[in-house]
């Protein structure tokens, strides 16, 4: 099965910094690759997802960058806000894999 | 509203009881799941419907007993629990099965079991 590394575990920025949130997987063959967040008292919400025919996306304040040679795909938040303190989950897959989550990274942005 | 509505919000039950957590979506998806979610630990996969056909059982014990009677529902019946049966309960759906998906996840329920 999938190996779903994700980095790192907890991250505290302040307010208007930059977050990165990195995770590696094992398959070769996965070729999709969403980043979920989830706030206190909510389940998981996709916030933007990537498909490894392109390298990156970008939808406003929150950028996935992809690297399938290395395996890795990353979340990027520039200006952080208090709300987007929350847990941040990768899920890459493809085809008929199970999907698997990484362990999940508590971003704090400190006011 | 996140398009699956999940009920109750929160349960407490002993180990003796028997209850059911029940799922809802209206997406027009084809595949609904359940998810365990734990303190500490990844999200773990329990069930997972295709088109109200069970095509995965991940390893869970018999005391959870899943049921999809049509595309849009989705329920845990639940049964003899044990304290670390505890947790969030997810569930979410996509329009396809397994990968290549997003989900759409629930606000799950909170579950305790004394």
């Known amino acids: 099965g999938e190996n779903v590394e994700q980095h790192p575990s907890t991250l505290s920025v302040q307010e208007g910094d930059s977050a990165v949130i990195k995770c590696t997987y094992s398959?070769?063959?996965?070729?999709?690759f969403p980043w979920y967040k989830q706030e206190l008292g909510k389940g998981p919400q996709l916030i933007i997802d990537?498909?490894?025919?392109?390298g990156e996306k970008k939808d406003q304040r929150i950028a996935v960058t992809l690297n399938k040679t290395a395996k890795h795909f990353s979340l990027h938040i520039t200006e952080t806000q208090p709300e987007d303190s929350a847990v941040y989950f990768c899920a890459p897959s493809g085809g008929y894999q199970k999907v698997t989550f990484g362990t999940g990274t508590k971003l704090q942005v400190i006011p | 509203e996140t398009g699956v509505t999940q009920t109750p919000r929160h349960l407490v039950m002993g180990m003796t009881n028997k209850k059911s957590l029940k799922c809802e979506q209206h997406?027009?998806?084809?595949?609904m799941y359940w998810y365990k979610q734990s303190a500490k630990k990844p999200l773990e996969l329990m069930f997972v419907y295709s088109l109200e056909e069970r095509v995965e059982n991940n390893s869970v014990p018999s005391r959870f007993s899943p049921e999809c009677p049509n595309s849009s529902h989705l329920f845990l019946h639940l049964h003899t629990l044990q304290p670390e049966d505890s947790a969030l309960y997810l569930c979410?759906?996509?329009?396809?099965?397994?990968?290549?998906?997003?989900?759409?996840f629930g606000s799950g329920t909170r579950l305790t079991v004394v």
């Open positions: 979410a759906s996509s329009p396809g099965v397994w990968g290549n998906y997003g989900y759409t």
């Open positions: 997406l027009g998806h084809n595949a």
């Open positions: 990537i498909r490894s025919n392109v």
């Open positions: 398959d070769s063959a996965s070729n999709y």
